[in-house]
């Protein structure tokens, strides 16, 4: 027969609504009663319905990802992240696509969070950069937590999670300098999103701090994309690399495997021609010939610091998460797509 909550407070020896409160998380609870609980929780192997609990209070047991990303390797990543601490904390989620250009958003998001009851939101890029949707959820007083590309000196700390892409990209263009590349071509991401101008930025202060001139000439406005990476690299590398590009950044690892493989068709050998970086490390980094020298940017672990500092938002200042980290920085990794000068 299915294990009751009765049947877990006969076992510890508490009343029902003692294990209900344990189970919910309460501050007021003491920490011998909450082992005491959780102990015959588990010895039962008891599942809480997560339905009945949203129904039965005024408590809502359900967080929601929203996001508005062409990259399904990223969404993936997110929603593992985000789902993997919802299941620690007893909290269903709800995954939901939306379209930061669709002038219906405003409605679409105020009947989501009537229809599914949510206790927060995790809001990531493009979605999370826009103050029309922050101030909708300020006016419907949801807690909500924003994974933003930018760096710990912005505003609004105790509701971000910060991926440090510039310096990421500063790091990548910087091991192309040290490798003899002053001519590297950048191929942009779409420019609605903050990470493309973060990278931009983080590539044109390295070549600042080399003394290496910026050309105009070398930089493609792109989408993250495989196909705009392909366009991109072949307009950069046009008439037999007049321009006399050595090095391409990609905006992301798609972006990066497109201009592989059109620097491919065009006969060009990499690295020994031409060295080629993405950003990501998205399964595309790995799936290319060479592979991709890339930023690792560990998104599931993010989208976990995002939920966990929702969870302390949902539950009151009283239980604040003293682990969480709020700012991430992608880490280059090297690999055989890149090389020195020839």
Not at 68 to 87: E, H, T
Not at 242 to 263: H, K, P, R, Y
Not at 328 to 342: C, D, M, N
Request: proline share 4%; charged share 25%; aromatic share 8%.
């Amino acid at each position: 027969m299915k294990v009751t909550i009765n049947d877990v407070a006969k076992l510890a020896g508490v009343s029902m609504k003692t294990v209900s409160r344990v189970i919910n998380k309460e501050p007021s609870v003491r920490k011998k009663t909450f082992d005491i609980v959780m102990d015959a929780v588990k010895e039962l192997n008891y599942q809480p319905n997560l339905a009945a609990r949203n129904l039965a209070g005024t408590s809502s047991f359900t967080v929601g990802l929203v996001y508005d990303n062409p990259n399904a390797y990223y969404v993936i990543d997110m929603q593992n992240g985000v789902l993997s601490r919802c299941k620690e904390e007893g909290y269903e989620l709800v995954i939901h696509p939306c379209s930061y250009t669709d002038s219906q958003m405003e409605e679409e998001f105020i009947t989501m969070i009537k229809r599914s009851r949510l206790a927060g939101l995790v809001l990531t890029p493009p979605l999370s950069e826009h103050s029309k949707i922050t101030n909708l959820l300020d006016e419907l007083k949801i807690h909500y937590v924003r994974v933003l590309s930018g760096r710990p000196t912005d505003d609004d700390q105790d509701t971000c999670i910060y991926v440090n892409d510039y310096k990421a990209a500063y790091e990548i263009t910087t091991h192309l300098l040290k490798h003899g590349h002053t001519n590297i071509g950048f191929i942009c991401g779409d420019k609605e999103h903050k990470s493309t101008s973060e990278r931009l930025e983080g590539y044109k202060a390295a070549l600042v701090d080399f003394d290496t001139p910026l050309n105009a000439a070398f930089l493609y406005d792109g989408k993250y994309s495989f196909e705009s990476g392909v366009e991109g690299a072949k307009a950069l590398l046009k008439d037999n690399n007049e321009l006399a590009i050595t090095a391409i950044l990609g905006g992301n690892d798609e972006v990066a495997a497109g201009a592989l493989f059109a620097s491919r068709l065009m006969g060009i050998q990499i690295p020994e021609q031409l060295s080629i970086t993405g950003f990501e490390d998205s399964p595309f980094s790995r799936q290319t010939w060479p592979k991709l020298t890339t930023a690792h940017q560990a998104n599931d672990v993010i989208s976990q610091h995002a939920a966990r500092l929702l969870f302390t938002k949902t539950r009151g200042a009283r239980n604040q998460d003293k682990e969480i980290i709020t700012s991430f920085t992608p880490s280059v990794v090297i690999r055989e797509s890149s090389g020195p000068k020839q």
